[in-house]
């Protein structure tokens, strides 16, 4: 059964580091790319990069370029979002998916990123 | 700002036929490229209902359906149950941006 587990909801103060993970399971990891996707509260869906775990190739939204970094551990089949310097506007719930031939067939469950003073 | 539209809202009662729209343009949906759609019910992820413009996944109902043409897409719910109340997104990719795009999203609401 193919899943994808989010790491726990985290709560950080403006100009702290982040990283959060997504742990694969029950396919072969280097096959699919995996996909990241915001939602700030109340609002849609927003893609935000992706990542070949196989190379480490990453494509990046020309919105998100520069304030995040996505890379992969294929030794733990985990995919990772990172910030350097969180902004309140980062507060969301963010989504890994896996990415098969252009769409996102299995989600993560979500992890919801706070950042507040 | 989203290069993906959808209306923002489409009701209609149990049993009825309700359709979404995604415009996009020549740099994505008109360019060739697929068309998705996921269903995001309350309080949960995006769930994959559409994919390669038409086809449904094994588990979605066959109320579904999708269909593109030109610049625009569109998502067919027949015979609408209280449990397709949700929010619905179209994704494509966009040359321009050299990235995928989601809709602007759909509210359903059955009345």
């Known amino acids: 059964e193919v899943q994808l587990v989010q790491s726990e909801a985290e709560v950080k103060k403006p100009g702290e580091s982040l990283r959060i993970s997504c742990k694969t399971s029950g396919y072969r990891f280097s096959s699919y790319w995996i996909s990241w996707v915001r939602q700030m509260p109340g609002k849609g869906l927003e893609w935000m990069g992706r990542?070949?775990?196989?190379?480490?190739?990453?494509n990046y939204s020309p919105s998100f370029q520069g304030h995040v970094t996505i890379s992969a551990d294929k030794s733990f089949s985990t995919a990772y979002l990172q910030w350097s310097s969180l902004k309140a506007s980062d507060t969301a719930m963010y989504y890994c998916?896996?990415?098969?031939?252009?769409?996102?067939?299995?989600w993560g469950q979500g992890t919801l990123v706070t950042v507040s003073s | 700002q989203s290069v993906l539209t959808q209306p923002p809202s489409v009701s209609g009662a149990p049993g009825q036929r309700v359709t979404i729209s995604c415009t996009g343009s020549?740099?994505?949906?008109?360019?060739?490229?697929?068309v998705q759609w996921y269903q995001q019910l309350p309080g949960t992820a995006p769930k994959l209902l559409i994919y390669v413009n038409n086809n449904r996944p094994s588990g979605v109902p066959d109320r579904f359906s999708g269909s593109k043409s030109a610049t625009s897409a569109s998502l067919a719910i027949t015979g609408l149950q209280a449990e397709d109340e949700a929010d619905y997104y179209c994704q494509s990719y966009d040359s321009s941006l050299s990235g995928y795009v989601f809709g602007t999203g759909t509210k359903v609401t059955v009345l």
């Open positions: 020549s740099s994505n949906i008109g360019a060739g490229y697929d």
């Open positions: 998916a896996r990415q098969y031939t252009g769409y996102d067939d299995y």
């Open positions: 990542i070949d775990p196989s190379d480490s190739d990453t």
